[in-house]
Nanobody, 120 residues
Framework: QVQLVESGGGLVQPGGSLRLSCAAS????????MGWYRQAPGKQRELVAA???????NYADSVKGRFTISRDNAKNTVYLQMNSLKPEDTAVYYC??????????????WGQGTQVTVYS
């Protein structure tokens, strides 16, 4: 099994910044893509940003230029630097990892979520 533990959420005013971290642990053989999703009340979960093991990134249009995803493969950790935060960024943010625990297929693993609230 693979466990993902997020940290770094909180309250921030519009224009502020937060940095989310997500550390993967457990019986990890390899981690392919890692990413951040978010879910606001009454809305579907959506992709915010993703990064491959080679460092290629993908962002939702709504966060391009404001958020930066990065990862430390040696630490099995992914980060999300969020700048110029807006009230519409308020959501529960979930970490995701596409990982293997052996020579078999990969599976999606999820963290427990961390709340980000942007208030004015």
């Amino acid at each position: 099994q693979v466990q993902l533990v997020e940290s770094g959420g909180g309250l921030v005013q519009p224009g502020g910044s937060l940095r989310l971290s997500c550390a993967a642990s457990g019986s990890i053989f390899s981690i392919n893509a890692m990413g951040w999703y978010r879910q606001a009340p009454g809305k579907q979960r959506e992709l915010v940003a993703a990064i491959t093991s080679g460092g290629s990134t993908n962002y939702a249009d709504s966060v391009k230029g404001r958020f930066t995803i990065s990862r430390d493969n040696a630490k099995n950790t992914v980060y999300l630097q969020m700048n110029s935060l807006k009230p519409e960024d308020t959501a529960v943010y979930y970490c995701n990892a596409d990982a293997t625990t052996g020579w078999g297929p990969s599976y999606d693993y999820w963290g427990q979520g961390t709340q980000v609230t942007v208030y004015s």
